[in-house]
């Protein structure tokens, strides 16, 4: 038993039909125990139109051509007994909705040794014969400006649906960036390249951004199931229970991956629930303790958890929260023998950080602030980010607008100091000192200045 698991739209389907096609394929150069291995045929068994399990053996049967002789037996008594002794390759296709009912799949392996099963779903199985196999996206580059596109799949299939509808189309780079912001998945590709009839590839980009919900077709022959991402999306979040939905929800706020500590303290994530979300294919496990969720799927669940502002505005405190107090964690260590650590660390947390700090300028958090202005004014400073932090500490000095507190002068002094390394308007950087200095006094708390 093979399972191949993924979100919907990732080519789990299309990735079967091929490996089905070389095995049953004539003449394929495969060393000739391998060619003998499924000897009595390749099936390919569609599920997605079962609203049972207990459809699958006639599924299978009529796939086969099976023809159930007895109406004393059951079809699936018969059918496993017709299978005992046969040798083929049996593919599955979108079984997640079925689960978690695999009792059939369980005497199936049972009474039928030579037989293979391969299955695509959304979440694997989890039986103990059971082989995963994650499918992730195509191929695409890292850098916008790469010229030759061989090596990259998910380009090279934006490319030739895109010549589909203009034979002359060039524009690499642009296809190139739909390609990493829907993380190379097929379905995604294909309905971003279908609007090149109606928008130019710089607008398609634009909608994308906005929402996924751009990525849909009015095609006649797609089948319903794939005619939008949103409605992909909504078959997977139709499987979750209520506990799961609103984690997801809540873990579409980190930007770049979290991990099990920040799930739980910000989401409201156990253990339990992080498992059944990467069992159904909605976050993924990047092997360093870390967890990721697709760049749609996250498009998806914030704008699900937009929906419920309460919940929206509490979550992103929560964030905007833990991240602040990291920080606060973080500043001494930027000081001593962990620099370089900790300078790796705040790389690889800087969009979630990023994020927090807008929402607390934005809010005002005043402790918050207080836990993050020195730190993230060291980083930046440390990691040669000059122009960086002159944007964000100018975005928070126009937040901060009025407010008669001493985090504002810290918050301008730190400013000054970017201006002067950015630009030669020293005038600009003296009156950000003068006021921060003057914010002090009137609060008799003239600080380390």
Not at 270 to 277: N, P, Q
Not at 337 to 354: F, K, V
Not at 369 to 383: E, G, W
Request: aromatic share 8%.
């Amino acid at each position: 038993l093979l399972t191949l698991v993924g979100p919907g739209g990732i080519g789990k389907t299309r990735l079967t039909l091929e490996i089905g096609r070389l095995f049953a394929e004539e003449g394929l150069d495969l060393d000739q125990a391998t060619a003998e291995v499924f000897s009595d045929g390749v099936y390919f068994v569609p599920l997605e139109s079962l609203d049972s399990p207990e459809l699958v053996a006639m599924a299978i049967a009529d796939a086969i051509d099976f023809t159930v002789f007895s109406q004393q037996e059951s079809v699936e008594g018969q059918l496993l007994s017709h299978l005992s002794n046969r040798s083929l390759l049996l593919i599955l296709d979108n079984y997640e909705h079925l689960l978690p009912d695999v009792s059939f799949i369980e005497a199936l392996l049972q009474s039928a040794p030579s037989t293979v099963v391969l299955i695509t779903s959304r979440e694997a199985l989890n039986l103990r014969e059971e082989w995963v196999r994650q499918v992730s996206g195509m191929g695409y580059p890292d850098d916008e400006k790469v010229e030759n596109i061989e090596p990259y799949s998910a380009v090279k299939l934006f490319v030739n649906q895109a010549r589909r509808i203009h034979s002359d189309f060039d524009e690499l780079a642009c296809a190139i960036r739909i390609c990493r912001m829907v993380e190379g998945m097929p379905l995604a590709i294909e309905l971003a390249a279908a609007w090149l009839k109606t928008l130019p590839c710089k607008n398609i980009i634009e909608e994308i951004e906005k929402s996924p919900d751009i990525l849909a077709t009015n095609l006649r022959n797609v089948p319903k199931r794939h005619q939008s991402m949103r409605v992909v999306f909504d078959h997977s979040w139709q499987l979750l229970n209520e506990k799961e939905r609103k984690v997801f929800q809540r873990l579409s706020l980190f930007k770049s991956g979290f991990d099990k500590e920040a799930a739980e303290k910000v989401a409201g994530a156990s253990l339990v629930t992080l498992s059944g979300l990467l069992d159904k294919s909605l976050i993924r496990a990047s092997g360093d303790g870390r967890f990721t969720m697709h760049q749609l799927l996250r498009q998806y669940a914030e704008a699900k958890l937009r929906l419920s502002s309460g919940d929206y505005e509490k979550t992103k405190d929560l964030h905007a929260t833990y991240y602040s107090r990291y920080l606060h964690q973080v500043y001494d260590e930027l000081k001593g023998p962990e620099q370089l650590a900790a300078l790796t660390r705040m790389e690889i947390e800087l969009d979630n950080i990023s994020a927090a700090w807008k929402w607390i300028t934005s809010r005002r958090m005043i402790a918050e602030l207080n836990n993050s202005v020195d730190c993230l004014a060291l980083f930046c400073l440390m990691r040669s980010r000059i122009h960086e932090g002159e944007r964000i500490f100018k975005q928070a000095h126009e937040g901060l607008a009025g407010l008669e507190h001493p985090i504002v002068a810290s918050l301008d002094l730190f400013l000054a100091r970017f201006k002067v390394s950015v630009s030669t308007d020293w005038s600009a950087a003296l009156a950000l000192v003068q006021n921060g200095l003057a914010v002090r006094r009137e609060l008799g708390d003239p600080g380390d200045a």
